[in-house]
């Protein structure tokens, strides 16, 4: 039972430089998120998902842009790293329907430096 | 979006003492979650409360929801080092991922 799987778990950018950060859930949950966690920052939403072919800011969205892919995987990208962008990222899924009461279940993070 | 804040943001203390951290908002919840997160995790949720004045205990923790869900708070007996983490809470509830904001937190640190 994976739940909520990113690729990868650590990755070093040089300023300038392009990734994707991966996520994919194995419980067909509608609705997806990407935040950042600084210290101190708690978590920041970027981007979410609330269904297959539909994406929306969060509170952090600039330098990002996020596809989702179809209803498992929802990908973040960044297109020309920036040092501020230095985080750690959790991509999170939750069942939201009214019996579900939003319950966020989280990948283990992607730890992300940019140099 | 719904702003909550937490108290204390760092707590450090021995272990089997008893400590408090809070959750608080001018918004109210239909409910609110708390989540722990542990170094190198993500965060994993502990309890939901839905009702106002309800309390929820999970062995050592106990958490109640404010009379008029604005707010919440987590008490722990007899901390032990395993209860180190970021406590985190949020908004729970259907409909309320567009609006989720998770509070900034209270890093926990158990000494034995």
């Not at chain 2, 708390?34 to 106990?62: A, I, N």
Request: hydrophobic share 30%; aromatic share 10%.
């Amino acid at each position: 039972n994976a739940g909520v799987t990113q690729t990868p778990k650590f990755q070093v950018l040089k300023t300038g430089q392009s990734m994707t950060l991966q996520c994919a859930q194995d419980m067909n949950h509608n609705s997806m998120y990407w935040y950042r966690q600084d210290p101190g920052m708690g978590l920041r939403l970027i981007y979410y998902s609330a269904s297959e072919g539909t994406t929306d800011k969060g509170e952090v969205p600039n330098g990002y842009n996020v596809s989702r892919l179809n209803k498992r995987e929802f990908s973040l990208r960044l297109e020309s790293a920036a040092p501020s962008q230095t985080s750690v990222y959790f991509c999170a899924s939750s069942d939201d329907s009214l019996q579900a009461k939003n319950i966020q279940y989280f990948g283990a993070g992607t730890r992300l430096s940019v140099l | 979006t719904q702003l909550l804040e937490q108290s204390p943001q760092f707590l450090s203390i021995q272990e089997g003492e008893n400590l408090t951290v809070y959750c608080n908002s001018s918004s109210v919840f239909s409910s609110l979650q708390w989540y722990r997160q542990e170094p190198g995790e993500g965060p994993v949720l502990l309890v939901t409360v839905v009702t106002g004045g309800e309390v929820k205990k999970l062995k050592r923790l106990t958490f109640q929801f404010g009379d008029a869900r604005k707010d919440s708070s987590l008490h722990i007996t007899a901390a032990q080092p395993g209860d180190t983490g970021l406590y985190l809470c949020a908004p729970g509830g259907p409909g309320s991922a567009r609006q989720l904001t998770f509070g900034s937190g209270t890093q926990l640190t158990v000494l034995p």
